[in-house]
């Protein structure tokens, strides 16, 4: 089964339905058995292969790793397995998960209208180029003169601007790619340093490192683990290496004496006045429950964040469309008013 891919049709509400399932006190082999030929298409040759891992023992995480989930929640999910919080932890991941594809839904219909008038207007611009230009420079050159030679130069520069824009995309995409292909080959302290420099991103993922991080010491804390044990337990999981290292860090801080306060703002990889959240958990004896809260404050951060960055994306669009038009009327109009002198 770890070599197959199994399409799921709606994961976020198969992982909710879980839960609600869970907490009325289904196991969670008959939560599967039950709903997931709902949402896998040919069930019946999977049905088999889920039963014996059923008998070998296999949990919820490794079952929801073969469905397709990315490892952001399989964190979760691993550590709700040690705490007892399985149905409230695969409610809150649905959640998740379902505003990430609205997310990206949203995204697909910002880019349709944009990307099919792009298209259009390369469409356009090949056609000046191919029978509009030809014509209009066999005019010109009959009657060469050195501002009309620029003209035409002019005109032949503004007819390729898509193509300037085109490259420069697949250039950004190239480094983009390859920035993180060596990224991932690197240790995970250098990714976080390196990570953490570059301006806009160093915010962003700061924050997703301090809501993971906060959600899952909350969670840990909640259910009665120590501070030193659920440490350990983040630094075990291997879903997400750049958390367990985080949590290795805070640790050692934590072993010389330091509060968790204190080590977390030496450690230096989080959001901004994490710490003073956690000082105040510290004092008032409530430190899980604060770090939970912080961690649904930076949800809601994270969503306005996002919903900011699809809000910006459609008039960058259309202002680079907006470009291309300039540069097709600017290539007809040069040349037509050569050819209006000549007259």
Known sequence: MKNKKIKVVGLPQLMARVGTLLSEGYTFAECIEMLLPYHVKQYGKWQQSFQQAFLDGVGPTQIFQLLGVEKQYLVGIELAEKTGTISDTLAV???????????????????????????????????????FLPNIEKMVFSRTTSEEVSSIQWSRFFLHVPDYIIIGSLLILCVVVGFLVYLSRKRVEFQLSLLLK???????????????FSRALGNL?????????????????????????????????II????????????????????????????????????????????????????????????VLFIVIAICVIAAYLSILLPMYNLLDMI
Request: proline share 3%.
């Open 256 to 315: 010389y004496g330091e509060s968790l306060a204190d080590a977390v703002k030496i450690t230096s990889y989080f959001f901004p006045k994490f710490e003073q959240f956690i000082a105040h958990g510290e004092h008032s004896g409530l430190l899980e429950r604060e770090l939970i809260l912080y961690s649904e404050l930076l949800d809601e951060k994270l969503r306005n964040f996002i919903n900011s960055a699809t809000k910006i994306l459609q008039p």
């Open 221 to 253: 804390l909640m259910t009665g683990f120590s501070l030193q044990l659920a440490l350990e337990q983040l630094m075990k999981q291997q879903h997400q290496k750049q958390l367990a290292y985080i949590a290795t860090e805070v640790q050692a801080r």
């Open 198 to 212: 570059i301006p806009v991103l160093n915010y962003f993922w700061r924050l997703l490192l301090t809501r993971q």
């Open 93 to 131: 991941l649905a959640q998740q998960m379902q505003f990430n594809r609205k997310m990206k839904e949203r995204f697909a219909k910002l880019l349709i209208y944009p990307t099919f008038l792009f298209v259009f207007l390369v469409g356009l611009f090949i056609a000046f180029r191919l029978y």
